[in-house]
């Protein structure tokens, strides 16, 4: 019989650590404010920064999506960005015409807005701390965006929001949602360029 092996203290501090920064850095659901759209759930803290991201979606085609968009929100959500929803989800659905796939699920994306790249930073060390380690990682330095495909989230940074950012996202949400095995980071990351590249 062979006898379970303990793991060493550091390693365990190490996941205890990792714990208590995600409790930490990432602010749960319920303290924040929901906005939802037919596609997505966006989470935020200040309403004004949802009537900032909808001015900073300008994209071909968004008002003629806007048009022909037939969700029906809560009224109150609706008072607080009436264009939102249908920017997001036109974004999601021009994404995927260029990419020829679509997600599974029709629902289950999360977003969460940040002030800065320095915030999102923060949460892509709570995600991928090995990949983040060295001087320049430490927390210091910015990211605008990234997704994090085991909890279908897009973290993304206001300062520097714009259309093609968030459709670059929105692609490596699409391409994990439509694969039964998502594509490689690298090729993951070409298409995201690409469909970047197309709406800017």
């Not at 803290?45 to 009537?51: F, I, M, N, T, V």
């Not at 915030?119 to 994090?148: C, I, K």
Request: proline content about 7%; aromatic content about 12%.
């Amino acid at each position: 019989m062979k006898s379970r092996q303990r793991p060493p203290p550091l390693t365990w501090l190490c996941g205890l650590f990792l714990g208590l920064s995600f409790l930490a850095v990432i602010p749960s659901a319920q303290a924040q404010q929901v906005f939802k759209t037919q596609s997505a759930t966006i989470y935020y803290e200040d309403p004004a920064s949802l009537r900032e991201m909808e001015h900073r979606l300008r994209f071909s085609q968004a008002n003629q999506f806007s048009q022909s968009y037939f969700y029906t929100q809560d009224p109150i959500q609706a008072a607080l960005s009436p264009g939102l929803a249908a920017k997001i989800d036109g974004l999601l659905v021009k994404v995927s015409l260029l990419l020829n796939r679509r997600p599974r699920q029709a629902q289950g994306l999360s977003i969460f807005i940040l002030k800065d790249g320095q915030q999102v930073r923060q949460r892509h060390l709570v995600f991928q701390p090995v990949q983040n380690s060295g001087p320049a990682w430490f927390g210091y330095g910015r990211l605008e965006a990234f997704y994090e495909p085991r909890s279908r989230t897009i973290f993304l940074s206001l300062e520097d929001l714009h259309a093609g950012i968030m459709a670059h996202e929105l692609t490596h949400y699409v391409l994990c949602e439509s694969f039964a095995v998502p594509p490689p980071a690298a090729l993951q990351e070409d298409w995201a360029r690409y469909v970047e590249s197309s709406l800017n």
